[in-house]
């Protein structure tokens, strides 16, 4: 199995909080590497990611000037309240990987979520 790091944005199978559908979607892998690499831990912690801008609260808007490496179809955003875990087998592919100074932003989002 490929070992997928925090801050990656890879593509999962998503399934939709009214669980009727299913869609593959791009997601944040947001749990530390610890945890990312241990395989008797068969999940991560992850972020949606949607191109449908919201500007709500809790998103964080990104394009791929803010990508370390890879890139993006479209802008998109990065939805701190939609937190989920997934199987680590079920990554798709890895897509890019976000770079420091914005997941700093995340973080802090995350931050909010909790208060």
């Given at each position: 199995m490929i070992f997928h790091k925090q801050k990656?944005?890879?593509?999962?199978?998503?399934l939709f909080t009214d669980a009727s559908t299913k869609k593959r979607r791009p997601a944040l892998i947001v749990s530390n590497d610890t945890i990312n690499k241990n395989w008797e831990t068969p999940d991560f912690v992850a972020l949606a990611?949607?191109?449908?801008?919201?500007?709500?609260?809790y998103g964080i808007q990104i394009g791929?000037?803010?990508?370390?490496k890879g890139s993006l179809p479209s802008k998109s955003e990065i939805q701190c309240d939609k937190i989920f875990t997934i199987e680590k087998s079920l990554v798709i592919k890895k897509l890019c990987t976000l770079n420091d100074t914005v997941f700093s932003l995340v973080k802090s989002k995350l931050a909010e979520v909790f208060k």
């Amino acid at each position: 199995m490929i070992f997928h790091k925090q801050k990656d944005i890879v593509l999962v199978p998503f399934l939709f909080t009214d669980a009727s559908t299913k869609k593959r979607r791009p997601a944040l892998i947001v749990s530390n590497d610890t945890i990312n690499k241990n395989w008797e831990t068969p999940d991560f912690v992850a972020l949606a990611i949607t191109s449908k801008i919201r500007r709500g609260s809790y998103g964080i808007q990104i394009g791929n000037d803010d990508l370390k490496k890879g890139s993006l179809p479209s802008k998109s955003e990065i939805q701190c309240d939609k937190i989920f875990t997934i199987e680590k087998s079920l990554v798709i592919k890895k897509l890019c990987t976000l770079n420091d100074t914005v997941f700093s932003l995340v973080k802090s989002k995350l931050a909010e979520v909790f208060k």
